[in-house]
T-cell receptor, first 116, second 111 residues
Framework: GAVVSQHPSRVICKSGTSVKIECRSLDFQATTMFWYRQFPKKSLMLMATSNEGSKATYEQGVEKDKFLINHASLTLSTLTVTSAHPEDSSFYIC????????????FGPGTRLTVL | GQQLNQSPQSMFIQEGEDVSMNCTSSSIFNTWLWYKQDPGEGPVLLIALYKAGELTSNGRLTAQFGITRKDSFLNISASIPSDVGIYFCAGNTGTASKLTFGTGTRLQVTL
């Protein structure tokens, strides 16, 4: 159990376009989902916390208008990178925390974004 | 944002050897977690620690939550080639679910 999927796994886009990444909890309901980005050979950095039905909470330095997060249901959160630029190229990983009050976060397989 | 310091940054060991890595912080954490990440994949939880002083094992892995609540270590016994990857510690202050990740330890295992 506790499987989290992400789609797409890889995406290449042109500079200036927007890209949407989906994060789904497949076998549990997630009240809270988290979005991280990871640069090559670096650690995971939390971008934002997404709660179902409410606005996301962004970490300091993360532009909320650039990284749009929607958590419309208990099994789906989306991250849209708007007007992407090459410096947005990164590995984006989501995690989900279950309804049952469990303390664990379950991570998705990540999405590799390359902006040309 | 805040990061946890992990050491060593990388290590090359021979198959069969034991491995030890640790994670330190200037802040107190209420939860310590250890993850393994393979290239191009998301992190996978190895061990979760919830109480200061707690020592927990998962197969060949053993981790401890430091008494000061500012550190944790992970040991891997009798390493095998599939242990190769990056190991991250992560901490949670308990006031929110947010995790702070360590800088990572890259493990290479030679035959």
């Amino acid at each position: 159990g506790a499987v989290v999927s992400q789609h797409p796994s890889r995406v290449i886009c042109k500079s200036g376009t927007s890209v949407k990444i989906e994060c789904r909890s497949l076998d549990f309901q997630a009240t809270t989902m988290f979005w991280y980005r990871q640069f090559p050979k670096k650690s995971l950095m939390l971008m934002a916390t997404s709660n179902e039905g409410s606005k996301a909470t962004y970490e300091q330095g993360v532009e909320k208008d650039k990284f749009l997060i929607n958590h419309a249901s208990l099994t789906l959160s989306t991250l849209t990178v708007t007007s992407a630029h090459p410096e947005d190229s990164s590995f984006y990983i989501c995690s989900a925390k279950g309804l049952a009050g469990g303390r664990e976060q379950f991570f998705g397989p990540g999405t590799r974004l390359t902006v040309l | 944002g805040q990061q946890l310091n992990q050491s060593p940054q990388s290590m090359f060991i021979q198959e069969g050897e034991d491995v030890s890595m640790n994670c330190t912080s200037s802040s107190i954490f209420n939860t310590w977690l250890w993850y393994k990440q393979d290239p191009g994949e998301g992190p996978v939880l190895l061990i979760a620690l919830y109480k200061a002083g707690e020592l927990t094992s998962n197969g060949r892995l053993t981790a401890q939550f430091g008494i000061t609540r500012k550190d944790s270590f992970l040991n891997i016994s009798a390493s095998i080639p599939s242990d190769v990857g990056i190991y991250f510690c992560a901490g949670n202050t308990g006031t929110a679910s947010k995790l702070t990740f360590g800088t990572g330890t890259r493990l290479q295992v030679t035959l």
